[in-house]
């Protein structure tokens, strides 16, 4: 999967930018993106606020160390 240009803080904060009454399509020509890639980040990061996504990437880190050492069964 090709990784995103947009780090969550900057997601976040265009998902924001829409709520203070802007329409969806200008905010997306603005930063380039297509309204369909709009909708499926405000389905993904729609509702958590910028310190939830900060912790939630660091579980996710955390996460995938301990699957790389837990031993696999065979």
Known sequence: MKPSR??????????KEVDPGQKV???CRQHG?????YYQWKSKYGG???????????????NSRWKKCMPTEA
Not at 6 to 15: D, Y
Request: glycine share 0%; charged share 25%.
């Open 33 to 37: 993106i297509s309204q369909s890639t």
């Open 6 to 15: 947009f780090s969550q803080h900057q997601i976040s904060w265009i998902l």
């Open 25 to 27: 399509s200008d905010v």
């Open 48 to 62: 958590p606020e910028a310190s939830e996504l900060q912790r939630t990437k660091e579980l996710e880190v955390e």
